[in-house]
């Protein structure tokens, strides 16, 4: 390692490591926030994201290189905000003390109770794609519960890493909430050494590959992580449901953020008999809905966030197309290969036909706007299929047959469902959100978060009588007497 690299890593680490002791301290100091201070800081979340709209959405924007305003208020501001509502009502309940059941046959008079009470510190790592759903997002949970949070962003969020950092001391202090901005340089990336750092509760959002990194670091301090990690979530068209509504609520799901989300749709199960209707509809959706003319896509697509992710997605469409795929530009009739807006980084939307496990489409989460279409003719071919992959992050039935609903939802275990519609299921402020198996471990958003960054602390508390006398030692005939007769309640 070259000693300029060596030293940079030790001045980074002793900077973030200077800020933890800071909030550790101021911790120790306050350990149990009472209900007015914690309402405070929820509302000074809220002020920091409503005075500072128009700054946030051009910084998300110039990261991006083009960004819809209009998704990041709908997307990103609506669902915080709702997130705070729907804390600030319920955290009065959330923060009493819970009274449990007694065995009153060997507790007599005492007392149980639950006390949610704050762990601590908290470090959160915040991806690229939604950077203020995933950082102030989680924050809610994390201030309600009383602690307190260092928020590392993006490397590749540069703009709004450092509006974060420069206004977030005008509306909570650093020992209670630091934002920090991480470098483009691989040499000077911070992630590593961030997870590294003893916390008492991490909360990271990313690849599955990274996540597993950032557990093995978490690991050495024994601290707890919630991984919110991929998946490749499939939605299931059944030929009960109108194929219209659902390819248009498919493709709206998809082409958010140019499909550059963790919950999207992945690839698409269509029955075999409605796939050129599927592809017709698909077609008319992006020309209804992003196009200026033939492939020329305006401002309310979002473009694909840089050169690597851009040079990636162009690899997938290259492996799949050398491996025997039929790809469809939906924003032109044209046959070139894929067709793109090239200067803004605006790929075209694309389905892809004639998909097989050997392509890297089919292997990665596709991060794009890239659908794979699957023809099926029995539901059963779709729970094979799904079943023997890692579990996804979420899975998106369309059909208004209860049973063939409920068989899709037992049989395929993933991290949430949206019935009828597709991501949705992520932006309930009362539904917890998180994956299982590969797509992560945890659970944050309303109730759940807050328990989530809470420690769940009982508590016994003896009463006056003491039934537990009659059974200390020396043990006689009348102790096997005694429990004789408590089993015997007791079955």
């Given at each position: 390692m070259p000693p300029d690299t060596h030293a940079s890593?030790?001045?980074a680490k002793a900077r973030l490591q200077a800020l933890l002791s800071r909030q550790q301290t101021a911790f120790r100091e306050a350990p149990m926030p009472n209900l007015a201070s914690r309402m405070a800081d929820l509302k000074a979340l809220s002020r920091l994201l409503d005075d500072n709209r128009e700054a946030i959405i051009q910084a998300i924007c110039a990261d991006y290189g083009q960004r819809s305003r209009h998704e990041t208020l709908l997307y990103e501001f609506t669902v915080v905000f709702d997130e705070l509502r729907h804390a600030r009502r319920h955290l009065k309940s959330w923060m009493r003390r819970q009274h449990r059941r007694v065995n009153p046959l060997l507790y007599a008079s005492s007392r149980n109770t639950v006390l949610p009470q704050p762990l601590g510190v908290i470090g959160v790592i915040v991806p690229w794609n939604f950077p203020i759903t995933l950082s102030l997002g989680p924050l809610v949970?994390?201030?309600a519960a009383g602690n307190r949070a260092m928020v590392k962003m993006s490397e590749r969020s540069p703009h709004l890493a450092e509006l974060l950092t420069n206004i977030s001391p005008q509306y909570l202090a650093e020992d209670t909430l630091s934002f920090i901005a991480d470098s483009p340089s691989a040499n000077s990336a911070l992630g590593p050494i961030f997870s590294a750092l003893p916390f008492d509760h991490l909360l990271f959002t990313g690849s599955t590959t990274t996540g597993r990194a950032?557990?093995?670091?978490?690991?050495?301090?024994?601290?707890?992580?919630?991984l919110e990690l991929g998946g490749k979530s499939p939605a299931i068209v059944s030929a009960d449901f109108p194929l219209q509504r659902a390819v248009e609520r498919i493709m709206h799901a998809k082409l958010i953020n140019a499909g550059q989300i963790c919950t999207s749709v992945d690839y698409v199960f269509v029955p075999r008999e409605q796939v050129e209707d599927f592809i017709a509809l698909a077609r008319q959706h992006v020309a209804r809905r992003y196009l200026e003319k033939p492939n020329v896509l305006s401002n309310d697509y979002t473009a694909i966030i840089d050169e690597r992710a851009w040079q990636r997605l162009h690899n997938l469409l290259d492996d799949a197309l050398n491996h025997g795929a039929q790809l469809i530009?939906?924003?032109s009739h044209s046959n070139e290969k894929h067709p793109d807006n090239t200067a803004q980084r605006k790929l075209a939307p694309h389905l892809l036909l004639n998909v097989n496990n050997d392509m890297q489409v089919m292997q990665q989460e596709i991060f794009g706007p890239l659908l794979p279409i699957l023809a099926y003719d029995d539901p059963q071919e779709v729970i094979d299929f799904v079943a023997a992959r890692p579990r996804p992050l979420a899975i998106y039935p369309f059909t208004h047959n209860k049973a063939l609903r409920d068989r899709y939802i037992h049989q395929l275990l993933?991290?949430?469902v949206s019935v009828n519609q597709a991501l949705l299921h992520v932006g309930q402020s009362d539904l917890p959100f998180g994956g299982v198996g590969a797509s992560g471990m945890g659970h944050y958003h309303g109730h759940e978060g807050f328990?989530?960054?809470?420690?769940?602390?009982?508590?016994?508390?003896?009463?006056?009588?003491?039934?537990?006398?009659l059974l200390m030692p020396p043990y006689t005939n009348r102790t096997d007497r005694l429990l004789t007769w408590l089993m015997r309640l007791l079955r």
């Open positions: 890593e030790h001045s949970g994390i201030l950032v557990m093995r670091n978490a690991a050495n301090n024994l601290t707890p992580v919630t530009n939906l924003a993933s991290g949430g328990n989530t960054f809470s420690k769940l602390r009982p508590i016994y508390q003896q009463g006056p009588i003491d039934s537990l006398r």
